[in-house]
């Protein structure tokens, strides 16, 4: 349900806004009301699915505070590539070769966002995959890796739904889809169009949201709840 | 965390095109849409949350329903649950608080997972005061205040149990229709008068004294402009004292918009100064008050009470949907809409019978007009037949007998004539005093009632169910609570009545054929259509009869039957409060319905296209259905087939 990511090796040559970032959840507190918790609900697209060779082309983050949603500070960068015929982006991307070429390189959007996700969550829908490419990242261009920890709405859901069914054990959770298309649909969210790192990260947002007041009427109220739901079955909502 | 703009300063689309979407947010431009957007939250609401509670919630947001809906409603001080209204996608949320500076009006709780957009309180008055489009529709909470206002009346009528002569509906007082006040000084030019007129779309300017701002030594209207300037070929640089109309006439700011009305009436005067701890806070024009009380039930009823001639009453009940209009589009409910055409309804009756009375003389015996149906239940829509009789006392003698029959007679004849003029349908059952059977003495009515109850024969008993909603229209009321009293005793000890009544009752299933996930009616004239006073408000009215039959309880509103019910705990609060919910809903989309139908020029009828309701709607209607077959199972279970 909720990843304690590590910390990653901490290197002398780390950028300042690592550093400051791993001491602030050095000493960091989970029992406090999920309310008071900042939250970064982030997506990445990326030039392909190649844990090794691919890069990010561009990030998109929406952050919650009061367990709301704040239009007001929103993060959507493109980022150029480094080793990839941009042309080969417009396949599944609604991002032009020409969006790529004008980007910023990697080297100077990855500061700025570490800046925009100091002392927040990370919430990512198959948070880990997005995690893997930003860590691949910062520590080749930032000297370090980040010290946020990240929930995964997909684990969320996933056990919202083992609640949900309760004893109904013919139901096997496994066969549920668990894209964000399909869940968002489920739950009747508005819709977003797929495929945008800012629109996808709005849609997590709305799904994370659903989900966390959801289980909040179950009694969640901090973050170790949430933590603790991970053990779902024996609580009742 | 020092995020330079450029990076964050992203448009969220989506908020953009939900206000682009929605009135009066649209009429904004893309600069400001995009202001608006990035000063909003997004929050979520799970079903069965309370947003806001009435009198308490401080409102720091409007809120925006992106998905899902709302209700609101209204609890007064002895815990009475009054269902106000359902908002869907799309509309607002504490709008009237925030401009009134008021705590919430409403409890607003969710009844969907509802996702709203909020937007802070300062943003949404700026708003209100730059941009005339805001101005004008929020406007319309002048109107949602006299409802509030009004409703606080009734809860306060209901517990005080005045009688209708005190009907203080409307008791709006003339201080909350001022708008912002507009003057000029006496030395100012006319021109420069007119300019300001013209700016700020007034009809009428206050007119100061130079040396005193504080002191309105007159008023220009666009009339005086017109005929003593226009037609007059005055000079347009002479200074507005020229063509004033001083000293103004003034009223206090907390007189009634009724008696204010009368003042302009009788002095021919239609601008007033209102003040307020003797300063001038602006002018009241006779049109500001038509515009909100010209069809005021308030109003109406005064006519009616004042009205001398028979035929006079035609053209004032002829108001009636006029005033009912009125109601529905301010937003008033339902289960108030339906008692105010009954009591208007009554007193045109009541108007009409005493003058007829001092027509033909006093009657012979005390007598009661009796309703029945849906008017006996204080359940009339836009579509009333008549549903009467006449109850009267016993006669002494074989003398006295022919007299009543004579009188009652010629009576009702003249009686029904009269109620035929003032458009109320003749009942095609013949369920009328005009009828020799429905117009009898105490004894032969308790004998029917006794015929009925003692040996029910199914096939008459559902003819005569509507008789057992009666109640005292005019005359000698004592009669029919006797008769109820007579009724109640009776019905109590007979099982196999009240058996009969419920299997009845039962038989009025909801039919298992779906149009687009809606009952409807597969064919006929009305193919696909919703009978929603047949499927929908029938059962609910045949289940508070029949339980209100068994348990003895005399009221004829099935919501004051329910309510009745629950007090005397026959069914629980939850069965109570959900049958209320539902019931009232349907009346509600019932009126609007035959509403629409009137301004289309159509004889309203009950026949509802499912096609033609919103998504919220249509959820709210199917669980209104719902809850027919929970109360099905109680009778079920009541009296089960052996």
């Known amino acids: 349900m909720f990843d304690l990511l590590n910390p990653g090796t901490w290197f002398p040559r780390a950028a300042p806004q690592l550093r400051a970032n791993k001491d602030f959840f ?72 020409q969006q790529l070429e004008a980007a910023e390189p990697i080297d100077v959007v990855l ?21 893997h490419f930003l860590n691949k990242a910062t520590a080749r261009v930032m000297g370090g890796t980040l010290s946020n920890p990240g929930v995964d709405t997909m684990r969320m859901a996933q056990g919202y739904k083992r609640v949900q069914l309760g004893h109904y054990h013919e139901h096997n959770p496994r066969e549920i889809s668990y894209s964000l298309d399909d869940l968002g649909r489920e739950y009747n969210l508005p819709q977003f169009k797929p495929h945008d790192a800012l629109e996808d990260a709005l849609q997590t947002a709305y799904l994370f949201l659903y989900l966390i007041k959801k289980f909040r009427k179950g009694g969640l109220v901090t973050l170790k709840d949430i933590f603790q739901s991970g053990r779902v079955g024996s609580f009742r909502y | 965390m020092a995020p330079s703009d450029d990076v964050h300063n992203v448009a969220p689309e989506m908020a953009i095109a939900f206000f682009r979407s929605i009135l009066p947010f649209n009429s904004l431009d893309d600069a400001t849409l995009n202001d608006l957007a990035h000063h909003c939250r997004v929050d979520f609401y799970p079903k069965g949350t309370r947003i806001l509670k009435q009198g308490e919630t401080d409102i720091t947001h409007l809120y925006l329903i992106q998905r899902g809906g709302v209700k609101a409603f209204i609890e007064d001080d002895q815990g009475d649950v009054t269902l106000k209204d359902f908002r869907g996608v799309g509309a607002y949320i504490g709008a009237l608080g925030i401009i009134r500076g008021t705590p919430a009006n409403l409890n607003i709780e969710t009844v969907e997972d509802t996702f709203c957009f909020l937007l802070p309180r300062e943003i949404f008055l700026r708003l209100v005061e730059q941009e005339p489009s805001f101005a004008h529709y929020y406007l319309k909470s002048f109107s949602e205040k006299i409802v509030t206002t009004a409703y ?3 809860r306060h009528h209901k517990v005080s149990n005045r009688s209708g002569d005190d009907l203080y509906l409307f008791s709006v007082r003339v201080g909350d229709l001022v708008k912002t006040l507009r003057k000029v000084s006496s030395g100012s030019s006319i021109q420069e008068a007119a300019a300001s007129m013209a700016e700020h779309r007034v009809g009428s300017l206050l007119v100061y004294d130079p040396a005193d701002e504080e002191n309105i030594v007159g008023i220009i209207t666009d009339r005086d402009l ?89 053209v004032l009940a002829q108001k009636i949907p006029d005033v009912i209009r009125g109601l529905i589009k301010e937003g008033a409910k339902a289960g108030n809409i339906t008692q105010m055409i009954a009591i208007l309804n009554d007193h045109i009756l009541e108007r009409m019978l005493t003058l007829l009375e001092k027509e033909l003389g006093p009657p012979p015996v005390p007598y009661c007009w009796l309703l029945m149906g849906s008017e006996g239940r204080r359940e009339q829509t836009f579509k009333t037949d008549q549903d009467n009789a006449i109850l009267y006392a016993d006669p002494v003698n074989d003398e006295e007998k022919l007299a009543a029959e004579n009188y009652f007679k010629g009576f009702a004849e003249k009686a029904i004539g009269h109620l035929v003029n003032c458009g109320y349908p003749l009942c095609p059952g013949f369920i009328m005093a005009t009828n020799p059977r429905w117009c009898q003495p105490l004894s032969v009515w ?42 109640n005793a009776k019905a109590k000890e007979k099982d196999i ?12 299933r909801v039919p298992l054929s779906f149009f687009k996930n809606f009952i409807v009616n597969k064919d006929g004239e009305h193919k696909n259509r919703l009978d929603i006073k047949g499927q929908g408000l029938t059962p609910f009215v045949n289940f508070a009869r029949v339980l209100a039959l068994k348990n003895g309880i005399s009221e004829t509103n099935t919501l004051a039957r329910l309510k009745a019910l629950y007090d005397a705990d026959f069914i629980n609060r939850e069965i109570w409060s959900s049958a209320n919910d539902a019931y009232e809903l349907q009346m509600q989309q019932r009126l609007i319905h035959q509403l629409s139908q009137i301004e289309e020029g159509v004889l309203p009828d009950n026949h509802i296209n499912p096609e033609q309701l919103s998504d919220l709607d249509k959820r709210m209607l199917k669980d209104a259905f719902t809850i027919i077959e929970r109360l099905y199972s109680v009778l079920d279970k009541m009296y089960p087939v052996a």
């Open chain 2, 497 to 508: 009545f009240l058996f009969h009544l419920a299997r009845q009752c039962m038989a009025t």
């Open chain 2, 446 to 487: 308790k004998d029917y009632f006794s015929k009925w109850i003692d040996a029910p024969d199914p096939a008459e008993l559902l003819n005569a169910t509507i008789f057992f909603d009666f109640r005292s229209g005019f005359g000698d009321s004592s009669l029919a609570r006797d008769l109820r009293n007579h009724l």
């Open chain 2, 226 to 314: 017109r005929s003593k300037v226009v037609a007059a070929g005055l000079d347009y640089n002479l200074p507005v004292e020229n063509i004033m109309t001083g000293p103004v006439q003034t009223v206090l700011s907390q007189s009634l918009c009724f008696d204010v009305l009368l003042k302009m009436m009788t002095t021919s005067i239609h601008h007033l100064a209102v003040e307020r701890g003797g300063r001038v806070i602006g002018v009241v024009t006779s049109h500001d008050i038509m515009l909100l009380q010209g069809h005021s039930p308030y109003y109406l009823f005064k006519e009616i009470r004042g009205q001398q001639q028979i035929s006079g009453l035609y």
């Open chain 1, 26 to 97: 050095a000493s960091f507190d989970q029992g406090r009301p999920l309310s008071e918790y900042t939250f970064v609900v982030c997506d990445t697209e990326l030039t392909g699915l190649n844990k090794k060779k691919d890069e990010l082309i561009s990030i998109g983050a929406v952050t919650i505070r009061d367990l709301q949603i704040d239009l007001s500070s929103m993060f959507h960068n493109f980022i150029k590539p480094e080793n990839m015929d941009p042309t080969q982006a417009t396949l599944v991307h609604r991002i032009t070769p």
């Open chain 2, 152 to 154: 606080n009346e009734l």
């Open chain 1, 111 to 131: 500061p700025r966002f570490v800046e925009y996700i100091q002392g927040s969550l990370l919430v990512g829908h198959h948070l880990p995959l997005d995690m």
